[in-house]
Structure formats: structure tokens, C-alpha cells
């Protein structure tokens, strides 16, 4: 498997675009989880799927975000309008049972950029 | 939410020294890992270690769990400069549905 995938790697956007992040898991994974990593905040927890279905998005900043998994195969983080203070690396990440026993696997991340 | 907190926030040693890096959480957990990150890439994972057990290997790595205290220690034995890195504890506290949390980590640096 190619591991977990996210597209694209980096992106540079005006503020008030709307952003698209991308992410397809490792296949047969039921878990699925969007990070964000910054250098004030380090690594937070936007939002995690199990089954295709949203578990919990508490960690999700504002409705100015949104996220979906149509299919077991590919999930999409949207950030609309986007601002400079979303500038951040995002990850996606998948496991194959729950994330309190068994390892995650991160994708190579998505560095976002608004200007 | 951030559960852990890692410390140091950075460390430099030279190769063939051993690192010790530190973990603390606030609430009850079922297990705790410990992953690492290369400059620009994805996390990778290096550990599990389940709140019923004291102490875990793998290879050149030990890492120790102390749930009375709430908090854990990673030790590279050995370093070599291919172990520059950043290094981060995750939680699975009940405030996240048990998703992972991770600290901000710790950074370091094994110079040759």
C-alpha cells in the first residue's frame, strides 16, 4: 500500500478562498483523522471518522471548516473563506482499529499557506 | 485539546549518547504512544505502551509508563545523527472521544 496519501502538498491561497485538502487512507482502514500542526499550537486534532461517519469535530475552529468522507477511500477538509491565521501543516491520518490501540498513520501533510 | 506536554522542548547530544525525553498527561488513559517526525514529513509511529504495563523495548528504544504519576519517558540508546528528529507523545484521554492527542514535542538534535 502507498501508505496515506494527501494532495496537494502545498498550497498557496488568498485570504477569503476557499481551500480543498485531500486525503485518500491506507485501504481497510475504519479510522480516519485531520490534524493541524503549527508552531504556536503544535499538533491539534481537527476532527476524526470512523466508518465514514464524523465522530467527534470538536477540535474543528470554527464553521468556517468542514470536513467529509463520502466513501471509505477519501475525505476532504474545506476551509471557506480561508484566512491567514489557517496558514498551517495539515495532516491526515488512518488506523485500522481505534486509535487508543492501535498506531496511526500519517500522510505527508499539506502545508498551507494564505496570504 | 492538547493532553501531553513533552520535555525538553529541545535537546542536543552527540552521537552515541543516550536521549531521555519526558511525557506528562493530564487524565486517565488506556494507552500512550510515542511517534517521531523528520523535518517536513508525517509522523511516524515507534511505540504503544498500555497503561497496565511498566515498561516496553524496541530496539535501541525504552520507553517507561508511570500511570500514578502520569507521565512517561522515552530513552534512544546509542544515538546516531539519522535519530535528529522531532518527538511526540499521544494520549488517548477521554476529552478527545479517544482519539490521539499529541504534546508539542520534543526536538532533537544528534550532532556527529
Known amino acids: 500500500d502507498a501508505g496515506v496519501i494527501q494532495s496537494p502538498r502545498h498550497e498557496v491561497t488568498e485570504m477569503g478562498q476557499e481551500v480543498t485538502l485531500r486525503c485518500k487512507p491506507i485501504?481497510?482502514?475504519?479510522?480516519l483523522f485531520w490534524y493541524r500542526q503549527t508552531m504556536m499550537r503544535g499538533l491539534e486534532l481537527l476532527i476524526y471518522f470512523n466508518n465514514n461517519v464524523p465522530i467527534d469535530d470538536s477540535g474543528m475552529p470554527e464553521d468556517r471548516f468542514s470536513a467529509k468522507m463520502p466513501n471509505a477511500s477519501f475525505s476532504t477538509l474545506k476551509i471557506q473563506p480561508s484566512e491567514p491565521r489557517d496558514s498551517a501543516v495539515y495532516f491526515c491520518?488512518?488506523?485500522?482499529?481505534?486509535?487508543?490501540?492501535?498506531?496511526?498513520?500519517f500522510g505527508q501533510g499539506t502545508r498551507l499557506t494564505v496570504v | 485539546s492538547q493532553q501531553g506536554e513533552e520535555d525538553p522542548q529541545a535537546l542536543s547530544i552527540q552521537e552515541g549518547e543516550n536521549a531521555t525525553m519526558n511525557c506528562s498527561y493530564k487524565?486517565?488513559?488506556?494507552?500512550l504512544q510515542w511517534y517521531r517526525q523528520n523535518s517536513g514529513r508525517g509522523l511516524v509511529h515507534l511505540i504503544l505502551?498500555?497503561?497496565?504495563?511498566r515498561e516496553k523495548h524496541s530496539g535501541r528504544l525504552r520507553v517507561t509508563l508511570d500511570t500514578s504519576k502520569k507521565s512517561s519517558s522515552l530513552l534512544i540508546t546509542a544515538s546516531r545523527a539519522a535519530d535528529t528528529a522531532s518527538y511526540f507523545c499521544?494520549?488517548?484521554?477521554?476529552?478527545?472521544?479517544?482519539?490521539?492527542?499529541f504534546g508539542k514535542g520534543t526536538s532533537l538534535l544528534v550532532t556527529p
Open positions: 485501504s481497510g482502514h475504519d479510522y
Open positions: 487524565t486517565s488513559i488506556n494507552n
Open positions: 505502551i498500555r497503561s497496565n504495563e
Open positions: 499521544a494520549t488517548d484521554g477521554s476529552n478527545s472521544g479517544y482519539a490521539l492527542n
Open positions: 491520518a488512518s488506523s485500522l482499529g481505534h486509535p487508543a490501540d492501535t498506531e496511526a498513520f
